[in-house]
């Protein structure tokens, strides 16, 4: 059974840091492409950034662009978001989604995990 389970996420105080984590299982993640979304109340979903299949490309959203880090280890079946410099508009549930395939920035994404909530406030 396939399955992607986020975790990392919590309360941080603005301009802290957190490292979410998407452990996967099921399926072997050399053959997928990874991404990282949210989705605040009232928006619409908004891929955060994503990691292509061989992990050689990256891509990430200009709202967090300089602030977010996306690396995966293949060898551990992780993909890894590292957060920095956290913003209040930052704080919404996290999702990791896969595709089969090496680009992440096109096509569907198949298998979504249930959400972290991350949490940015003083």
């Known amino acids: 059974q396939l399955q992607l389970v986020e975790s990392g996420g919590g309360l941080v105080q603005p301009g802290g840091s957190l490292r979410l984590s998407c452990a996967t299982s099921?399926?072997?993640?050399?053959?997928?492409?990874i991404g990282w979304f949210r989705q605040a109340p009232g928006k619409e979903r908004e891929r955060v950034s994503c990691?292509?299949?061989?992990?050689?490309?990256?891509n990430y959203a200009d709202s967090v662009k300089g602030r977010f880090t996306i690396s995966r280890d293949n060898a551990k079946n992780t993909v890894y978001l590292q957060m920095n410099s956290l913003k209040p508009e930052d704080t919404t549930i996290y999702y990791c989604?896969?595709?089969?395939?090496?680009?992440?920035?096109?096509?569907?994404?198949?298998?979504w995990g249930q959400g972290t909530q991350v949490t940015v406030s003083s």
């Open positions: 989604a896969a595709r089969y395939g090496s680009s992440c920035v096109s096509g569907n994404y198949d298998y």
């Open positions: 099921g399926f072997s993640l050399v053959y997928y492409a």
């Open positions: 990691i292509s299949r061989s992990g050689s490309n990256t």
